[in-house]
């Protein structure tokens, strides 16, 4: 699913946003990409975290479980398609207090040859997005 062009180790800042319009909370993030999942390590208050993108499924369109141990303990299942250099997937999760469900949706882009991007956006019942979490990494040796 994912081009071998982009198999590997990548670092760079991970930012982290709990409101749009707030400053981002920055910390070292670490990605390990494969054809069919990948690693995102990084920080919260100085707490590690991690989590996985598991794919399945041919390209275009494919089955993503998503774990991690900042939000999505229990495991999210997506579904999505590649769209040019980018694998888009979406899913919902359940607001609670009786409001819509909301959207969680991730971009996995590998359109710049020495970089790969995670971004991750809260999608509000209305449709409009937020920006969540966005770890753009550089090649590592």
Known sequence: ????????????????????GTPAHVSDG??????????????????PKEGEIVLRGP???????FTDT?????????????????LRLYS???AGDGSPDWGWRIELDWCDPDHF???MFNVLPDGREALAVELRGARAS
């Open 1 to 20: 699913m994912i081009p071998a062009s982009h198999h590997g180790r990548f670092a760079g800042p991970n930012r982290l946003w709990f409101m749009p």
């Open 30 to 47: 670490a990605l390990v990409v494969a054809a069919d999942r990948v690693s995102v390590r990084w920080s919260h208050e100085g707490a």
């Open 59 to 65: 390209a275009p369109a494919c089955r993503g479980d």
């Open 70 to 86: 900042f939000h999505a303990a229990g495991g999210m299942v997506f579904h999505g398609h590649v769209q040019g250099s980018e």
């Open 92 to 94: 919902t999760y359940a």
């Open 117 to 119: 991007t995670v971004r």
